[in-house]
C-alpha cells in the first residue's frame, strides 16, 4: 500500500516524511490519513466509529511515536490482506457442487448438526477458518493499538483514546466468544435438532459477514460479558447476592437476570449461573465450600480462595478498564469443565450460563 508517486525500495516498509520533525511514514502524516481509513474501510474491515478511532490514534502515534506508528501501520497491512482473502471466498448460501455432489446452505446446515467436536477446524468449511483468522488479526490489530496510545505522553488524550479502543478490542473478542459458544452447543447430545439448525445458520451468518459483530445478532449475551467485565468477585459467603447486585448496577440487561432468576430453573442451570459470577467451576466452588465449613469461615476472600484452590485468581476489573482477556480464560474454563463433566458423566452443568442463555435465545426465533 505505498504512498501515491514513491515505491520504496522494501515493500514491508512505507516511505517516509516529516510529521514534527520526525521522520513518519507518508501514509501516516496527517494529510495521508484519509487514505489509512479507506484502506481499512474498503474492505470492509472497520465500522465507521472504529475507523474514526484508528485514524485518530494513528495520527496521535506518529506524532508522539514514529517507531510504533510503523509498527500500527503493518497491523492495518495484515489486517487489510486477511480482509480481501476472505472477501474471495465464495459466499456459504452459495450453491455449488464438487465431485457430482451438491452442496447448498441445507447440506451445509445439516453437516454442523452433526459434529461431535472431535474433528476441529477440519470439519469446518475454508471460510470459517479464514472468518476467525480474520477476527483474530483484528483483536490483536486493536490490542497494538492499545498499547501504543496507553504509551502516549498527552495522558489526558491518551487515557481517552485508549479506554475507547479497549471497548472495541473487548466486542471483537465476544463475538469471538459467541462463534465458539455456538460451535459448543452444536456438539452437545442434549441439544435440540431445531436448536442446533438455528445455531448452524446463525453461525453461517456470521462467517459470510466479517462485518457483523456481537450486537448485531446477540445483543443480551454482549450485555451480560460487559457488565460481568466489570465487577470483581466479592466471594463472601459465596452466595452471590453481591454480585448479582453489581451486575445490575453495571447495566446488565433486565432480560438476562430475569432468565437466571426466573422460578423453574434447573439445578444445572443455577450451577452455571454461580459459575457465571464467580469466574470458577462448580468443583472449585464445592471445594471452597467444603474449606470455609472445615476452617470455620464465614466469608471467604480472593486471596484465601486462591490458596485454597491452588490457583491465581483473576479480577476481571483492571484499574477500572476492561481486560476482555480475562473474561475469555473464565469461559474457556468453564467451558473446558462442562465438557468433561458431559464426556465422564460426572455432576454439574453440562453447559456454560452463556451456553443455557444461547440456546433460550435460539429458541425464540
Known sequence: MPFP????????????TQVAGKSVPNMLASSGMGAIAQAVTGVSVLDRRESELVEQAMAAVAESSPGDAVILQNLVSELRATAELLERQR?????TALGGEGRDEQTLIEHLCALDGLSGDLALPLKSTLSRTHLLTKINFLRG?????????????????????????????????????????????????????????????????AAL?????????ESAWHARNRINTAYGTLLGATETFRLVTEDCSPEVLEFFGRDGMSPDESAAFEEFLFNMTSEEL??????????????????????????????????????????????????????????????GPRRTAEGYLMVYLLDQQ
Not at 479497549?166 to 436448536?195: C, F, G, M, N
Not at 442446533?196 to 453461525?203: G, H, I, P, T, V
Open 5 to 16: 508517486g514513491r515505491t520504496p525500495t522494501n515493500p514491508n516498509v512505507a516511505p517516509v
Open 91 to 95: 459466499p456459504l448460501r452459495r450453491p
Open 145 to 209: 493499538f492499545v498499547k501504543a496510545t496507553s504509551a502516549l505522553h498527552d495522558l489526558q488524550t491518551a487515557a481517552h483514546m485508549t479506554h475507547e479502543l479497549r471497548e472495541e478490542v473487548a466486542q471483537s473478542i465476544y463475538t469471538l466468544l459467541a462463534e465458539e459458544l455456538l460451535l459448543a452447543l452444536l456438539r452437545k447430545p442434549d441439544v435440540s435438532r431445531r436448536t442446533k439448525q438455528r445455531a448452524a445458520d446463525q453461525l453461517i451468518t456470521i462467517w459470510d459477514d
Open 213 to 221: 459483530e456481537i450486537d448485531d445478532f446477540a445483543p443480551l449475551l
Open 286 to 347: 464445592t471445594k471452597l465450600r467444603r474449606a470455609m465449613q472445615q476452617q470455620h469461615i464465614t466469608s471467604a476472600s480472593p486471596a484465601w480462595a486462591a490458596e485454597v484452590l491452588g490457583r491465581q485468581i483473576e479480577e476481571l476489573e483492571h484499574s477500572h478498564e476492561i481486560d476482555p482477556m480475562a473474561l475469555y480464560r473464565s469461559y474457556q474454563r468453564r467451558q473446558l469443565a462442562a465438557d468433561f463433566r458431559l464426556m465422564s458423566g460426572s455432576p
